[in-house]
DNA sequence: AAAGGATATGTTATCGATACCATCTGAACA
DNA sequence: TGTTCAGATGGTATCGATAACATATCCTTT
């Protein structure tokens, strides 16, 4: 028990014990078992977060804002990616219950009934975040994808733009994406612009390389289409490559912009106009917002919003 | 216990009882405590990983490599970043190793002599990746960063360049990044070459916009350079775009080449010559070898030194 | 020196699963 | 009918820490 309390911050064991007890553990290599503490203090010291993809840059900035607001307070991140589908969703918070984690940080709004039905039944405190989903499981952390994209639709038409194009992915299960194909089409019937150019290719997230060949695709269909609006902005750097491959100027001949702000668009060439989110500050808020809820204690916890920012930066691209 | 067994897989439950268990499980809601069964079974089915950077896409492909190959295996991945430093990673160990897992890997030959010890008495298999470490403390998978920036450079000699210049980051932190130097500066030396174009820019790793910098460093003092060879695409990346901003021809005025085959470096204009790396296979083997090890259950396992492929690929910027 | 309070250390039960062994049940067969 | 055996189920101890409470020790004060 001593040896316990003295492993521990902040409780009251005498210098001279505590110099012993160090110094065996120190000669025994003595690392302390956690998961037997687990057991009987009943807290686990887990956080579970779960992204669609690790690979994704902004993701990893999100994964990353969570890690680092953790890491003061002593709790452990239990990562784990989704693949954009809610089926592999699904599986994975089912296996991070086992583990019973003190929160959860899901990405978007968009579960199977039956992994609504466990974060519902886990009790313990659950942030959504990247999007406002309409029936929050409980707290959120996000923006409006819909009106971060329409944002951008706008800035746009202000320049003189009105043949809009957009491209993104085939199918709905990046939900984040199809918010923004939906903030697309919403702005561009409200400004009174031309509508259906719309290209759907790959399946979601989309790469650089569909990028470059969804452009191709939107060049042919409708040639004279003067901005090309990307899901996100691998595609549109891909579309931007490819359109200088093919001795295309932009933003002169076509304009290009992106979604998230990731680094290749600020530093390619053209630098590409593009909507800058907080992904950071995502995690980094999600966490915070979990912290508070443990840490607090509080039972019945309010559900609370939090909105993170965005914002149009505008490059040499459009 | 019978309760217990049902929820196993391949333990012998009658269909009868296992039906009624299973509705009770899914009245309650019932999910499994694993940090319970962890303590008395003495596996927590865990696998712990570090590596320097969420953000790398490089090291983000290994983590996927993992994640997939234990996916299949029950384990799950405890994943944490060093942030390029060993103190990190010390503190990142001891942290995870109190979860108990069942085996760890690490990115790199470089730690502290305490971690190098906390990994001795842990008594679980260790993989080191990404390098081929000179004292391994276990298993090893991956490849001489030293040999891999030598073929680069010899190839690049092949094809006429003789002005070789160099950019890396300012500290030896990034232990990859020392040694792709070193093969550099060796294999500029073997080939007879002028020597000492070595440009450092940046804390490690170093980015896209210090990439532009330091090729800006670079022509300011060695303006008759033919050929930059970067540490990673992301620099090679800033370097070619910075080139493109002054009106340089690449590679007709200068020649860039990177490291690692970002996803960036490929669909660029013009793509960036570079060397592919199995990032992914790195963390699948390391998975693989751990899980051989973990179910073999062997208590003293053959060291393996496992080597993985790269390549030097030839684009547009050399 | 005795009393009292604060601080330090010790004891025991417990968390929730599984290992291990014991018991039970039912079918097959002599 | 009794015996045997495999398969199903049940009972108990245990993993290694901590919560909660009990006791010991030390210091202060009068």
Redesign the interface.
């Known amino acids: 028990m001593t040896v316990s309390r003295a492993l521990k911050e902040g409780s009251r064991v005498s210098k001279a014990t505590r110099e012993k007890i160090m110094a065996a553990v120190n000669e025994l290599?003595y690392?302390?078992?956690?998961?037997?503490g687990?057991?009987s203090s009943r807290k686990?010291g887990f956080v579970a977060a779960m992204v669609p993809s690790?690979?994704n840059?902004n993701f990893?900035?999100t994964?990353?804002g969570i890690?680092d607001e953790l890491e003061s307070t002593g709790l452990?991140?239990?990562?784990?990616?989704t693949d954009y589908t809610v089926e592999k969703e699904e599986r994975l918070i089912?296996?991070m219950?086992?583990?019973?984690p003190e929160g959860i940080i899901v990405t978007g709004g968009a579960h199977t009934e039956r992994a609504r039905?466990?974060l519902d039944?886990?009790g313990i405190p659950v942030v959504e975040t990247w999007e406002l989903p309409s029936k929050p499981i409980d707290q959120v952390v996000g923006f409006s994808n819909e009106e971060a994209m329409g944002l951008l639709v706008k800035t746009l038409a202000r320049k003189g733009y009105r043949k809009f194009g957009y491209i993104g992915g085939t199918t709905s299960r990046d939900t984040r994406g199809s918010q923004r194909r939906e903030g697309f089409v919403r702005a561009i019937e409200d400004l009174g612009l031309p509508t259906g150019r719309l290209v759907s290719f790959g399946v979601p997230p989309i790469?650089?390389?569909q990028g470059?060949q969804a452009v191709v695709s939107m060049l042919e269909r409708w040639p004279d289409t003067e901005a090309v609006l990307c899901v996100s902005d691998?595609s549109a750097?891909?579309a931007l490559?490819e359109c200088?491959?093919r001795g295309m100027r932009v933003p002169q001949d076509i304009a290009i912009a992106g979604f998230g702000d990731y680094?290749?668009a600020?530093?390619?060439?053209p630098g590409i106009t593009t909507v800058n989110v907080d992904c950071y500050g995502i995690g980094q808020q999600a966490a915070r917002r979990l912290i508070q809820i443990i840490r607090g204690g509080e039972k019945k916890h309010e559900q609370e919003i939090i909105l993170t920012g965005y914002r149009v930066v505008e490059r040499e691209s459009t």
Do not use: P
Request: net charge positive; proline share 0%; glycine share 8%.
């Open positions: 290599g690392v302390l078992d956690q998961s037997a687990t057991l686990t690790l690979n840059s990893a900035d994964a990353r890690t452990q991140l239990l990562l784990g990616y089912e296996a219950l086992r583990r019973r039905r466990l039944n886990a790469s650089i390389e470059g691998l750097f891909g490559m200088k491959r680094e290749v600020a530093f390619c060439h």
